[in-house]
């Protein structure tokens, strides 16, 4: 008799997560590929931003990044490293707190 419970409990788990997937679909609900997209969408505003500070000051630091958007010091970095694979911007230095950027 427990097999028999335990089978329908497993089956009414199955039954229920395969609806909240569709109605998530149908209702444009989470998604892994939305997660990513919203990843990709805000990372892309972030670096955006690092670009728009080179209208107020010539030189960019990598504490200039992360107290705008409010990020630690590796996203901050892995941002501005992007920037300068696009050919957006380039590095000045190679280490340390004398590293800045440039457009």
Avoid: P
């Avoid at 992007?82 to 950027?101: A, M, N, P, R, S």
């Amino acid at each position: 008799m427990s097999y028999i419970l335990f089978f329908i409990l497993i089956l009414a788990i199955a039954i229920l997560v395969y609806f909240l997937a569709v109605r998530g679909k149908k209702e444009g609900g989470f998604s892994l590929a939305r997660a990513r997209q919203i990843k990709q969408e805000n990372k892309e505003k972030a670096k955006q931003r690092i670009l728009e500070l080179f209208k107020n000051q010539e030189k960019v630091y990598n504490n200039d990044v992360e107290n705008m958007l409010s990020v630690s010091e590796a996203t901050a970095t892995r941002y501005l490293e992007e920037l300068e694979k696009e050919d957006k911007v380039t590095q000045h230095g190679t280490i340390g707190q004398g590293v800045y950027y440039t457009k």
